[in-house]
């Protein structure tokens, strides 16, 4: 695997040189436009430095200003139990040193995507669409698909290039806006003043040509080899697994979803498993991503195993020739992974209706909604700064006490607060005992002290430990 990655990193370092020797050429081209031709190394310079200061921000911030430009927000197990299980499965399987910080975008697109500067720095962001339109094992496909990201140091990458690629799109920008006010193409020069020579006229041609044509070139460096990294993260993913058909179902509901992904640009479209800006995710030369068909195809068929030789020679038939996309030192394992089963539900398949609601509330608990049950059956949620102590149920007329919003989520995963050891005559009684009345969230009171205390959908427990007072209550 060490040798894949070090092939990725030569493959990374030849572009990165290539998109470096664009970005400083036109600042030299610029400069000698601009300020003369003696001017042109001024002018690299000046590229060089606006390249060195946003990879510095890039480095110590560049995922955390993808994050919040994505609208993401962080995620702890309590809220989301199934989605951190499978995030550390496939750690465990990647060999990643840390666990990669979980995130929670609010659309209904469905979408992913990993970010950071390296494998003890990342993070995974998922949509709420994708929350709720997959099923286990397809979600599993997609979270190994990112970690293979970050395993195979694409996440580093990406986002050094993204600046680069920014950083000429910048200067071209600046340039030829900057060019209808001043050097060769300005009113003094076109109404016969002092202006510029012949020799300026030409230099300043060629700058306006070389400032149109980097940024298309350094973007089809970038996309190039985004393409082959797509199909990398894919057979990484597919080994993770043991399971193609995961990420090649959960590729045909991205793919093919008619929900556009809204929380997304230009800068942040790439990153995606599939580019949410372009058709099926693909428009030609200039797409980031492969034809998600071809994708599909590849992992469907790979019925002999899931190891990388398995991919090559899927991707043999469905593209024709080696491809080269797996390095030989990685095809050269003669070891075998077989393709492990589908995995079973354990709970009975559920309305679509019902999933997207769950999610929903998910992410209103993750945004310090209180939830409250009455005895009717209505679901009644709480925002954080709702202001009246009391609230009647609009349905049977109840009169309920508002939940505080400071508890609102310890009390809605009190599932994984440790039960404290309490005994029964700490309060004179024998422990609480509450019958839960349905599977979604419920509301009740701590016998001992009053505390409001909530249960999520995904508590599975026995017994909790009230927040407040510690007073072990047993659920049924």
């Given at each position: ?218 973007r089809i460096f970038y996309f190039a080899l985004s393409r082959k990294r797509e199909y990398l993260a894919d057979a990484s993913g597919a080994r993770l697994t043991r399971y ?35 058709a099926d995710g693909y428009s030609g030369i200039f797409s980031t991503h492969p034809p998600i068909q071809d994708r599909i195809k590849i992992l469907r068929g790979m019925a ?66 209180a939830f409250l049950t009455c005895a009717c059956g209505l679901k009644i949620k709480f925002p954080k700064n709702f202001a009246q102590n009391e609230f009647i149920c609009p ?82």
């Open positions: 695997m060490w040798e894949l990655i070090a092939a990725n990193k030569r493959k990374s370092l030849i572009i990165f040189i290539a998109m470096g020797i664009c970005l400083l050429t036109l600042g030299y081209c610029v400069g000698m436009a601009w300020l003369g031709p003696d001017a042109g190394f001024f002018g690299v310079l000046i590229a060089f430095g606006v390249w060195v200061v946003l990879s510095l921000i890039s480095y110590f911030a560049g995922d955390s200003i993808l994050l919040y430009t994505s609208n993401a927000q962080a995620v702890t197990h309590d809220i989301h139990p199934q989605l951190f299980n499978i995030v550390e499965e496939m750690k465990i399987a990647a060999s990643l040193p840390v666990m990669p910080r979980i995130y929670i975008i609010d659309d209904p697109s469905p979408n992913a995507f990993a970010t950071g500067r390296d494998p003890q720095h990342s993070s995974i962001a998922v949509t709420s669409g994708l929350l709720s339109g997959l099923n286990r094992d397809e979600l599993q496909g997609v979270v190994a698909h990112e970690m293979s990201h970050i395993l195979n140091r694409d996440i580093s990458y990406l986002t050094f290039a993204g600046v680069m690629l920014g950083s000429i799109a910048m200067i071209s920008q600046i340039f030829l806006r900057g060019s209808r006010f001043g050097g060769c193409s300005s009113r003094r020069y076109r109404s016969g003043g002092s202006g510029c020579g012949q020799a300026q006229l030409i230099i300043f041609i060629i700058a306006i040509v070389f400032a149109i044509l980097a940024p298309i070139l350094a193609p058909s995961g990420l090649a179902s959960a590729l045909e509901k991205i793919g093919f979803s008619n929900i556009k992904l809204s929380s997304t640009n230009n800068i942040t479209a790439p990153m995606y498993i599939v580019n949410p800006l372009q002999g195993g899931a190891s990388y030789l398995d991919y090559s020679k899927a991707f043999s038939a469905v593209k024709g020739g080696s491809g080269g996309i797996i390095p030989s030192a990685a095809l050269s394992d003669s070891a075998s992974v077989p393709i492990r089963d589908a995995g079973v539900e354990k709970e009975a398949p559920k309305d679509p209706k019902d999933k997207t609601r769950e999610t929903i509330d998910l992410l209103r608990a993750v945004n310090n909604y349905r049977c007329g109840r009169k309920h006490e508002v939940p505080s919003s400071n508890n609102v989520l310890a009390a809605a995963v009190a599932s994984a607060i440790p039960a404290k050891p309490v005994t029964a005559t700490a309060y004179g009684v024998s422990p609480q005992v509450y019958a839960r009345k349905n599977v979604g969230w419920e509301s009740f009171n701590c016998s001992g002290c009053g505390a409001l205390l909530q249960l999520s959908p995904a508590f599975i427990g026995t017994s909790l430990a009230c927040h407040s007072c510690g007073k072990e209550i047993k659920i049924r």
